[in-house]
C-alpha cells in the first residue's frame, strides 16, 4: 500500500460518519474517487457513487459498500449538565462506560466521556452487578448546568461515534472502529483504480456505490438502486471472523481472519452469480470462504437484489473480529485479496452476458 492509499484508509476511519450525518466521510470517499472515474455524483441524501463509463450496450454493475458507522444520539441533557444518550444503529451499550466520544456539534466537535462510577462506590455483590441500560449512560462534557452545554454547541439530537482512531495491530492487521464498512468504501474505491489504470478496459459500465443509513435498515441501497437501476450488484460488506474464544462455529459459522474474503448463499444471493464468482476466484488462485443465509443476509444486499424486478445480487465479506466495537480488526491480506476477487469478477462479465435462472 503505496503513502496515499494508506493516508485515504486511515483518513476516511478516522473521520466520524454516523448514520443520518455521512456528510463528512462522504466528501472524502467522493473527493478521493474523482481522481480516477468519469463522473462522481451523489444524491438529496449523502450516497456518492463514482462511475466508469463502458459500452451502451453493455451491462451496468454497482459494487457497493455503506459509509456510515453505528453511534449514539443525544437525547435528554440534566439539569445538572449531563447528556443521556439512544444507541445509533447496533452500538454495544455494554463497553461504553469511561469511554471518550467525539459529538458532533453546532460549532464542531465537542469531547465528552461516558462517566463511569468508581468500582468502590457502586453497589454491587458477588455476581449480582449488571451492564446499565442505554437510558442509565450518562456522558459529561464538562458542563453543569444546561446552558453550559449550549454554549459548547450541543443540543438535543446531535450524533456521537466513539473517539477511538485506526492502527496497526501487529504486522499485517488493522484496528480500528468503523471498519463496518468504510474499509467497504475504501476498497470498492480501490476497485475503480485499479479498473481505471488497466490497459485493457472491461466493456460493462462499473458504479463504486457508498450508500448510507445501512446500520438502520438499507435506506441509502434502495435509494440508489432506485436510482441508478443497475444490471447486476456485487455488495462489500464486513463478516464475523469466528475464529476468536468463546464463538459457537455450528451456530456462527467458520471464518478466518486472514482466510480470505467470505462469499454468501442462499436468500439475496443469485445462484448463477455466485457460481461466476466462485468459478473467478478458483481461476486466480484467490481463496474465498463461505457463509450460508438461509432468510436474509443483514447487509444491503437485502435491500438490492428484490428492486425493479429483480437485480442479480451477490454478497462479498470481509472477515472482522469483534465487530460493533471500537477494536475492530481486519487483515490486509483479506483486504488485498478482496479488492483482487472484485477486479477479476468485473473482468469476467462479458458485453453480452446476463445473469437469470432458465426454468
Known amino acids: 500500500m503505496d503513502k496515499d492509499t494508506h493516508h485515504f484508509l486511515f483518513d476516511l476511519l478516522n473521520t466520524p460518519s454516523p448514520t443520518g450525518f455521512e456528510v463528512?466521510?462522504?466528501?472524502?470517499?467522493?473527493?478521493?474517487?474523482?481522481?480516477?472515474?468519469?463522473?462522481?455524483?451523489?444524491?438529496?441524501?449523502?450516497?456518492a457513487w463514482g462511475t466508469i463509463k463502458g459500452s451502451a450496450t453493455a451491462p451496468t454493475i454497482m459494487i457497493e459498500a455503506h459509509a456510515d458507522e453505528i453511534g449514539y444520539m443525544i437525547k435528554h441533557i440534566t439539569k445538572e449538565g449531563y447528556l443521556q444518550v439512544d444507541r445509533v444503529g447496533g452500538s454495544d451499550w455494554a463497553t461504553a462506560r469511561g469511554r471518550r466520544l467525539t459529538?458532533?456539534?453546532?460549532?464542531?466537535d465537542v469531547t465528552g466521556i461516558f462517566g463511569n462510577t468508581a468500582i468502590h462506590l457502586r453497589k454491587r455483590t458477588l455476581g449480582s452487578e449488571k451492564t446499565p441500560e442505554v437510558h442509565e449512560l450518562f456522558i459529561d462534557v464538562g458542563a453543569s448546568n444546561p446552558k453550559e452545554v449550549a454554549q459548547l454547541g450541543i443540543r438535543v439530537g446531535h450524533p456521537a461515534v466513539y473517539s477511538d482512531q485506526a492502527e496497526l495491530l501487529g504486522k499485517n492487521r488493522i484496528v480500528s472502529r468503523a471498519l463496518d464498512n468504510r474499509i467497504g468504501g475504501f476498497i470498492i474505491a480501490q476497485v475503480l483504480k485499479q479498473l481505471s489504470e488497466a490497459n485493457d478496459k472491461i466493456p460493462a459500465t462499473i458504479i463504486a456505490a457508498n450508500?448510507?443509513?445501512?446500520?438502520?435498515?438499507?435506506?441509502?441501497?434502495?435509494?440508489?438502486?432506485?436510482?441508478?437501476?443497475?444490471?447486476i450488484c456485487i455488495v462489500l460488506d464486513v463478516t464475523h471472523a469466528t475464529d476468536s474464544p468463546g464463538i459457537e462455529k455450528g451456530e456462527h459459522g467458520d471464518v478466518e481472519l486472514g482466510g480470505g474474503p467470505s462469499l454468501t448463499h442462499g436468500s439475496a444471493n443469485h445462484p448463477e452469480l455466485v457460481k461466476r464468482i466462485i468459478e473467478v476466484a478458483a481461476k486466480n488462485d484467490i481463496p474465498i470462504q463461505h457463509e450460508a443465509s438461509s432468510r436474509a443476509t443483514g447487509t444491503d444486499t437485502d435491500s438490492i437484489f428484490h428492486q425493479n424486478g429483480?437485480?442479480?445480487?451477490?454478497?462479498?465479506?470481509?472477515?472482522?473480529r469483534y465487530m460493533h466495537s471500537v477494536v475492530e480488526v481486519a487483515h490486509f491480506d483479506d483486504v488485498e485479496k478482496t479488492i483482487r476477487l472484485f477486479v477479476e469478477v468485473l473482468r469476467s462479465i462479458q458485453a453480452d452476458e446476463q445473469f437469470a435462472v432458465e426454468i
Open 24 to 47: 463528512r466521510g462522504q466528501r472524502k470517499w467522493a473527493n478521493y474517487v474523482r481522481q480516477f472515474a468519469d463522473s462522481v455524483e451523489s444524491d438529496a441524501y449523502g450516497n
Open 103 to 108: 459529538i458532533l456539534g453546532d460549532d464542531g
Open 211 to 231: 450508500a448510507v443509513q445501512e446500520e438502520i435498515g438499507g435506506h441509502g441501497a434502495k435509494m440508489i438502486t432506485h436510482t441508478l437501476r443497475p444490471d
Open 310 to 320: 429483480g437485480v442479480p445480487s451477490a454478497l462479498i465479506s470481509l472477515p472482522l
